[in-house]
Structures are given as C-alpha cells and as structure tokens.
C-alpha cells in the first residue's frame, strides 16, 4: 500500500515509529489515514524483527479524531435514504449482542487492531489528541505526553458518544468521576493534569518527547517479548476475572514462559553476572 497519510520509520532496536502526517487536517483519522495506518500495524504484528510500536503525529496535533466533514456527508446520506428498517426488539435491548451473534465487532477497527497487538506500544502524544485521537492513544499501553499535549474526549461537542472504546479504557485509568467530567464535558485536559490523574506516564518538554518516547521503546524492545506478551493478556484479561480465575490463567502463562529460550538466557545470565541478551523467543 501506498503510504500518504502515514510516515514509517524503522528505528534501531526493531522500534516501529508511525507519525500520522496530515497537517492541514491535525492529522484526523479519514477513511485513507485509518487504512495506511491499520496496514502498518497488521505489518507490525506480523514482524517477529519489530519489537515495540510507537505512534506519534506531525505537530502541531497528535490526531483530531475523525473528520468532522465525513459526519456531515454521513448526516445527509442517511436523511436522503430515510430511516431504514425499524430494529428488533433485540437490536433495541443490546446492539452489542445482536453485533456478536454476526461476528461483527462495532467501533473503529483500529481500537481492537491496538488492543489486540502482543507487543508493548507508546502514543508519543505532541498535541491534541481529541475524539477518537484520544482513543487511540488510550488503547496504546504506554503515553508519554509533549507539554502541548492536549486530550480530549470531544464527542458530545457532536452530539455524540465515544463509541471507541473510551469509556472502557478510560475509568481504569482516571477513575470513574474524572471519565464522566471529560466525556460529559468535551473539556480537554492538558499534559501536566493528564501526568497527575494517571492519564499518561509522562509529560516532557516537547522537543524531548521523541527521545524519550524512543528510549522507553528501545528499553522494552530489549525484553522478552513472550512474557510481556502474556503479561498484557493476563493484566486485561483480569479485570474481567475473580482472583482464583486470575490464577489459573497465570499459572498456565507461567508454564508457557519457562518454555521460551528468553527464560533459558534470563537465568544463565543471572547465574554469569550479566545483562540478559532475549530475543523475543
């Protein structure tokens, strides 16, 4: 795929670094970015030679979210094909469920597409990040934040909802009050709040933000990929679970861990006195 709306840089270490780079747009998710970016990602996972994904924007923002003017042209498209079938009284009680019974996931493909990934990602997040920018910067494991970083969950400035999954994301991270304020609201919240509420790891200066974001990278991409791996799904897996399930599940994580070659290395390595050399199998 040709690569427009999404520059792709590989950095030492087998660090991935995806700057969405459409300036005059504040670099907003349309259909072409959500492409080339879902492309790179997909390329990502399937790299056993790239460790650890960084996702950043071209300044002055970091993602405005979805285009704005494609929810106009969606608003008039649906006025001029009127209503539609009227749902059924299961489509009314839980959509969520009658979209499981199809296999259809809803939301924007690349929140679950992040979600999903085995290896550790950071948003670098050098400006806004509004709407769905701010989700996905929230489905990255990791942000560190510019000063000039701005989130804000701006849906209901729409009329809208976030439908990204922010209001799962988002009360694990800031609590349940803070969530409702942001989304209630639309107010964004700035780098230095965003550090003090849990909102992101760190907040830099803004011309430190790519060598830090880099440097934590390069750490992680020097880990043992397989157990951060299972450590991801263990950590989510568990906020759905009783601490006896937790367990078990971890109990068989560990045994899949002793397996790999990194463990091997881990031990002789503190058995030699020296930093381990994992290579992510």
């Not at 990934?117 to 670098?124: G, M």
Request: glycine letters at 8%; one cysteine or more.
């Amino acid at each position: 795929m040709a690569m427009e709306l999404v520059q792709s840089e590989t950095a030492p270490d087998g660090v991935l670094v995806l700057t969405l780079n459409d300036p005059a747009t504040r670099n907003s998710l349309t259909e072409q970015m959500t492409e080339e970016l879902g492309a790179e990602v997909e390329r990502f996972s399937q790299d056993p030679a790239l460790r650890v994904l960084v996702i950043t924007g071209a300044d002055p923002a970091f993602c405005s979210g979805a285009n704005v003017r494609g929810f106009d042209r969606r608003i008039r498209e649906r006025e001029q094909a009127g209503e539609g079938a009227e749902p059924t009284p299961w489509e009314q009680l839980d959509p969520s469920f009658t979209a499981r019974l199809r296999r259809t996931p809803g939301g924007p493909p690349i929140v679950l597409q992040l979600h999903t990934l085995q290896k550790p990602t950071i948003a670098a997040v050098n400006g806004a990040a509004y709407g769905l920018g701010c989700g996905l910067a929230l489905t990255c494991d990791f942000r560190v934040a510019s000063e000039r970083a701005r989130f804000s969950e701006a849906f209901v400035r729409n009329g809208l909802i976030p439908a990204d999954g922010s209001c799962w994301q988002l009360p694990k991270m800031i609590g349940v009050a803070r969530t409702l304020w942001m989304q209630y609201t639309g107010e964004p919240v700035d780098g230095a709040e965003a550090a003090q509420i849990g909102l992101v790891n760190r907040v830099v200066p803004h011309d430190e933000l790519r060598p830090v974001a880099l440097d934590m990278a390069a750490r992680l991409a020097r880990g043992p990929a397989v157990s951060m791996a299972l450590i991801r799904q263990l950590v989510y897996q568990g906020f759905h679970q009783t601490l006896p399930e937790h367990l078990t599940l971890a109990t068989r994580a560990q045994e899949l861990a002793r397996r790999t070659e990194d463990h091997k290395e881990g031990v002789r390595a503190f058995l030699e006195k020296r930093q381990p050399q994992f290579k992510g199998r």
